[in-house]
């Protein structure tokens, strides 16, 4: 059965670190990009990261840059997102998703979600 369990998300203090992990069941996860998206009460889902089917290429949005690292273990199956310098603005639902083949930065592109983990960043 298609499951994306998220962990690793909780309160940290702003400039603090978080590193967030997706357990991904899925046919093959190897054929599947992995992306993070995240949503704060009000907002719309955003981008956040996404890795290649292989691991060798990365995308991020700006506000995450250089702060913000994804990475994948295809021989476990998991994705994870480790986060640094942690700012109020980061505090938000974080989810994975999974798309056959090619990232892609648009939410409605994924094809398999998570249930998301809450970070909160106290200031």
């Known amino acids: 059965q298609v499951q994306l369990v998220e962990s690793g998300g909780g309160l940290v203090q702003t400039g603090g670190s978080l590193r967030l992990s997706c357990a991904a069941s899925l046919g093959t996860f190897s054929w599947y990009a992995m992306g993070w998206f995240r949503q704060a009460p009000g907002k719309e889902r955003t981008f956040v990261a996404a890795i290649s089917v292989n691991g060798d290429s990365t995308i991020y949005a700006d506000s995450v840059k250089d702060r913000f690292s994804i990475s994948r273990d295809n021989t476990k199956n998991t994705v994870s997102l480790q986060m640094n310098s942690l700012k109020p603005e980061d505090k938000a639902v974080y989810s994975c998703?999974?798309?056959?083949?090619?990232?892609?930065?648009?939410?409605?592109?994924?094809?398999?979600w998570g249930q998301g983990t809450q970070v909160t960043v106290s200031s």
């Open positions: 998703a999974a798309k056959a083949w090619n990232y892609s930065p648009n939410d409605v592109a994924y094809d398999f």
